[in-house]
């Protein structure tokens, strides 16, 4: 598949999906910015805002389940690159400096979830 195929380009707002939705793909900002973020009704809490070289729903590509959270763009022009299951797997065999970046990644998410988890419930 040609790299121009794989990648998309967002404005400000747009949805690149939504909460519950089911997917395989990771996808990593070429330029912009895209927002995780919990919607519910007329609430957005934004979770994370990536940038450039950052990635976003390696949580479905990697166990199949529904979209954790909301992916949206939060600046004109934000361009992004899709990476299906199988692209994924095949990186992942490949290179294992790939898998070491998704690992670190990963685990530093987990520590921030973690902490801001603690947080909210030393505040109960």
């Known amino acids: 598949m040609a790299i121009e195929k794989c990648i998309n380009e967002y404005g400000v707002g747009d949805v690149i999906f939504e909460e519950g939705s089911t997917g395989r793909e990771l996808f990593v900002v070429l330029d912009g910015q895209v927002e995780i973020a919990k919607v ?15 990635f976003f729903g390696e949580m479905a590509v990697i166990d199949g389940s529904s979209r954790s959270a909301t992916a949206i763009a939060a600046s004109s022009g934000t361009r992004v ?20 970046m998704i690992m670190d990644a990963l685990s530093k998410r987990l520590r921030a979830s973690n902490d801001r988890t603690f947080k909210a419930a030393a505040n109960l």
Do not use: C, D
């Open 81 to 100: 690159m899709r990476i299906n299951h199988a692209r994924f797997v095949y990186l992942v065999s490949q290179q294992p400096a790939f898998a070491l």
């Open 40 to 54: 519910n009704g007329g609430n957005k809490t934004v979770i994370v805002a990536l940038g450039k070289g950052e």
